[in-house]
């Protein structure tokens, strides 16, 4: 199952917290008064606005560059995941067996370059959120987002943002922030993986020696460096490090072949 999230920074003119008038900024739609829209907004995340330093690597600056004839592993996606994983391998094994990171397009150009912005430390900062937005600030810009609109799968990787939840996200903003003037200069959505049970699925899919991991359920940047430190302890047999997705509760298996998935005893009283 996968949910589109629409996400929006803005460029504040005036970052003074002003009183908060109840009366007044709970009427959501006048909060627009103080908002224009930059021409065009762009669709482009802001940390990515000035282009993407990994775009075309490695062959934009080794343009002979070929891929090895064989590697210990091959990881599909540079994104979180992918990162992660060469990340952990690397940190283990330094040069001793190769993995090879294989993408379609740039890194980080799916839904790991159109998320929520957690991924980066912007410094100073303020981070808080309600049940219906999250926002951070740094500097004079604000960076928040909302909403999980189900797509068909095959929407999947889209980038479609909302006018209308970007409208009311000004308006939740004000509600909460008190009135300032705002200018929105980027708008963009990302598609985020859920399971049925809100697991994400991190191990074997065969039973040998292909592994995946997704379906993180909306808590991406956590469960992919963890997750890909697991795995590469399975690979690497290493035992010395606790591993945080049993497969009881984790395993594909337990959507693939639920009849026969290991599910775990549960524990009555009485």
């Known amino acids: 199952m996968a949910v589109s999230r629409a996400f929006v920074t803005?460029?504040?003119?005036?970052?003074?917290?002003?009183?908060?008038?109840?009366?007044?900024?709970?009427?959501?739609?006048?909060?627009?008064?103080?908002?224009?829209?930059?021409?065009?907004?762009?669709?482009?995340?802001?940390?990515?606005?000035n282009g993407n330093p990994l775009a075309n690597y490695p062959w934009q600056n080794q343009p002979d560059a070929t891929l090895p004839e064989s590697a210990e592993v091959v990881v599909i996606g540079a994104g979180f995941t992918g990162g992660?994983?060469?990340?952990?391998?690397?940190?283990?094994?330094?040069?001793?067996?190769?993995?090879?990171?294989?993408?379609?397009?740039?890194?980080?150009?799916?839904?790991?370059g159109r998320n929520a912005g957690e991924g980066k430390s912007l410094k100073p900062n303020v981070t808080f959120s309600t049940s219906t937005i999250f926002m951070r600030r740094f500097g004079t810009h604000l960076h928040f987002g909302s909403d999980e609109t189900r797509i068909p799968d095959r929407q999947i990787g889209r980038n479609q943002p909302s006018r209308f939840i970007t409208k009311y996200l000004i308006g939740e903003l004000h509600r909460v922030c008190g009135w300032f003037p705002l200018r929105v200069t980027h708008e963009w959505s990302g598609t985020v993986g859920f399971t049925y049970d809100e697991y994400p699925i991190v191990g074997l899919m065969d039973g040998q020696r292909q592994f995946i991991i997704a379906g993180m359920s909306g808590s991406g940047s956590a469960?992919?460096?963890?997750?890909?430190r697991c795995i590469c302890n399975r690979i690497l047999g290493n035992t010395s490090e606790s591993d945080d997705y049993p497969e009881a509760y984790f395993s594909p298996t337990r959507l693939l072949s639920p009849e026969s998935h290991c599910w775990p005893e549960v524990e009555r009283e009485g």
Not at 84 to 112: C, F, I, N, R
Not at 223 to 228: G, Y
Request: no cysteine; proline share 7%; aromatic share 10%.
């Open 84 to 112: 992660a994983l060469a990340y952990h391998w690397a940190k283990a094994l330094s040069t001793e067996k190769q993995m090879v990171v294989l993408e379609m397009d740039d890194p980080a150009s799916g839904a790991s």
């Open 223 to 228: 469960v992919s460096f963890n997750a890909a």
């Open 10 to 49: 803005t460029h504040t003119r005036n970052t003074q917290h002003q009183p908060v008038e109840w009366g007044v900024v709970r009427r959501w739609p006048d909060a627009l008064q103080n908002a224009t829209f930059s021409q065009p907004v762009s669709r482009t995340p802001y940390w990515l606005a």
